[in-house]
C-alpha cells in the first residue's frame, strides 16, 4: 500500500549556532512530514539532532535525496534510516531510573551492563555534568527511562539495583512511570 505512512530516523551534527533547527524543520514542513520524535543538544560545541519523520514514502524519498544538500547548506554531518514502528511495548513495564555520583569514568557503562544483564532494555538515556552547590565538586547524573520485562520480580529488582549501585558509591532511584 502505497499512501501509507512510513518513517524515516535522521541523525545529524555540526557547529552550534542560532538557526539550525527552524532551518531544517522549515525544510521537513514544506514537503508536509511530521516530526513525531526528536532529540535536539548541543554536545560541547557541537549541536546533535536526532528525529523520527513519518509521512507518505514519496515525501519521505525526496527528503532522503535532498538530506546531503540541506546538511551540507546548514553545516552538518547527516545521515538517514528508514525504519519500521516500534514493536509493542505490552509486555515491558516502564520505570524511570535516576542516579547522582561524584563524577569519574564507567558509571553509565556499569550501568548498562547490570540492565543488559538481565535482559533489561534502556529506551532512553540522558546523563549531564556539573559542581555540586557550596563544594564545586565535579558530579554526574544519568537518566534513564527502561522498560522491564513483564515476568520480572520488580521488588527483587529493586533491591538488587540498589545494592549495586550502593557498592558503587551512586545514589540512586528506581521507580514507575506514571502518565
Request: aromatic share 6%; hydrophobic share 40%; with cysteine.
Amino acid at each position: 500500500m502505497q499512501d501509507k505512512q512510513q518513517q524515516l530516523v535522521i541523525s545529524a551534527i555540526g557547529s552550534d549556532r542560532p538557526g539550525i533547527v527552524e532551518q531544517l524543520t522549515d525544510r521537513i514542513a514544506k514537503l508536509d512530514l511530521n516530526i513525531t520524535d526528536s532529540r535536539m543538544t548541543v554536545l560541547g560545541g557541537e549541536f546533535a539532532i536526532q528525529m523520527l519523520i513519518k509521512g507518505a514514502w514519496n515525501q519521505l524519498s525526496k527528503l532522503e535525496q535532498a538530506l546531503p544538500a540541506i546538511a551540507e547548506s546548514l553545516g552538518l554531518q547527516a545521515q538517514c534510516k528508514r525504519t519500521e514502528s516500534r514493536q509493542s511495548a505490552d509486555m515491558l513495564v516502564p520505570y524511570a531510573v535516576n542516579v547522582v555520583a561524584l563524577d569519574h569514568p564507567g558509571i553509565v557503562h556499569k550501568l548498562s551492563d547490570f540492565f543488559a544483564q538481565r535482559q533489561i532494555n534502556i529506551q532512553d538515556l540522558s546523563t549531564s555534568s556539573y559542581s555540586a552547590a557550596h563544594t564545586g565538586t565535579p558530579m554526574f547524573a544519568v537518566n534513564l527511562l527502561i522498560g522491564i520485562p513483564s515476568q520480572v520480580q520488580i521488588p527483587a529488582l529493586r533491591t538488587e539495583f540498589m545494592e549495586y549501585c550502593d557498592s558503587l558509591n551512586l545514589d540512586a532511584v528506581l521507580e514507575p512511570v506514571t502518565h
